[in-house]
């Protein structure tokens, strides 16, 4: 997604190669990222700058990390990813938000924009979310963005669920 956006609260841009301790803050957190938590600040600054590189030098158009913030806030809370899948041949969305901005409905409506968004500039014509079957919070936000259960497959050792939801339900 190279397009800053705006939903009715959130503040939505590409992230940064130099933003990793921001990235830390969401990547380093393992109450955030629970199947695995990057162990340093070191760490979470190679990921992001292996991935900037990725999106910039491989990945079509309009795919990537988004940086979310709340309108008027500098502190980037979350990110949303619009990514070639690593569970099936199609484009994947994603989220993860930091803790304390938890249970205000941020990760459906930076999800959702993100969809809209990438259906309405033509990106693809459907997304798929692999969400865990214990992550109860995000089967919600799979389920609140209109997205239809496929399967359930196993992923990286545990069960998931895959969600689809094409552009012509919108
Ligand atoms: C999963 C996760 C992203 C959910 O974030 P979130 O912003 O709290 O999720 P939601 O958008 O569903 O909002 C949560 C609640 O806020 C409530 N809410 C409060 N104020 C709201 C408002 N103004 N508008 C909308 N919803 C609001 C909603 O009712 C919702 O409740 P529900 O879960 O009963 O539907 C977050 O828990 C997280 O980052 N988890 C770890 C990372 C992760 O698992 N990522 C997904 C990997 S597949």
Known sequence: MNRPFDTERLRLRPFREDEGEAWHAIWG???VIWWGANESLEQSRSVLQRLV??????WPDGLGW?????????????DVLLQPAQFV?????????????WNRGYATEAARGTIEQAFAT?????????????NEPSLRVAAK???????????A???????VRH???A
């Open 89 to 101: 041949d199609g484009i994947e969305v994603g989220w993860h938000f930091r803790k304390h901005v």
């Open 53 to 58: 590189r990725r999106e910039r030098e491989e």
């Open 122 to 134: 033509r990106v693809c014509d459907e997304v798929h979310a692999l969400v865990a079957l214990q």
């Open 145 to 155: 963005l209109g997205m239809q259960a496929v399967k359930e497959i196993e992923y």
């Open 29 to 31: 957190d393992p109450d």
């Open 167 to 169: 552009a012509s339900e």
């Open 66 to 78: 988004l940086a979310v913030r709340e309108q008027g806030g500098d502190e980037i809370v979350g």
């Open 157 to 163: 050792d545990l069960p998931h669920r895959m969600f």
